[in-house]
């Protein structure tokens, strides 16, 4: 048994490039059950590729948790895509969409306080991403939390004073609430 045992170590990340290509292609022409039935295998090799291999060919346990993200969310399994964007999540993966995706599953839950404290968990990690602000504003707004808005807004001017952006939007709050010299100063 153990005759092969070294060559087929060095040679397990080759089938799976293959499995990845195909679950690729399942996904893409419309079977993104079978896409996650080939993505799972994958996880077991990453172990055995020594010498990254499949980094080497862009496939890592990150893309492999948001693409199963994209087939779970594709056939409306949100447990499943749920449970892939918080494995993003969890590894602190660098894209700051996999919060708002993951605020949209909380929000067709009707979760909207779990919604609201992904974006600002994001927030945390990615202070001047614009999609981030804007969908904290728009889920501050939706429950009527204005002046907590305006004091995470306060919060984020303290952190990162050189974002204009913040400022535009606490003026344009504040002008909201007829508070025009407040207005005026952030503008």
Request: net charge negative.
């Amino acid at each position: 048994k153990k005759n092969y045992y070294d060559d087929t170590k060095s040679l397990v990340w080759q089938s799976s490039i293959t499995l990845f290509a195909k679950a690729v292609n399942a996904y893409s022409n419309g079977d993104p059950a079978a896409a996650i039935r080939m993505y799972q295998p994958i996880f077991e090799v990453f172990p055995l590729d020594v010498d990254n291999n499949l980094k080497r060919n862009n496939i890592t346990v990150e893309i492999l948790h948001k693409n199963i993200y994209f087939a779970a969310k594709k056939m409306g399994d949100l447990p499943t895509a749920k449970t892939n964007l918080q494995k993003l999540i969890d590894i602190k993966f660098n894209d700051p969409k996999i919060y708002n995706w993951m605020c949209d599953i909380y929000l067709e839950q009707k979760d909207t306080t779990s919604a609201i404290k992904v974006i600002e968990l994001g927030l945390s990690r990615h202070e001047d991403d614009s999609r981030l602000i804007s969908r904290q504003i728009g889920l501050y707004l939706m429950i009527g939390q204005t002046d907590d808005l305006i004091n995470k807004l306060a919060q984020s001017i303290e952190a990162a004073p050189e974002n204009e952006i913040t400022y535009l939007i606490r003026g344009e709050l504040y002008e909201q609430k007829k508070e025009a010299t407040k207005a005026a100063a952030d503008y």
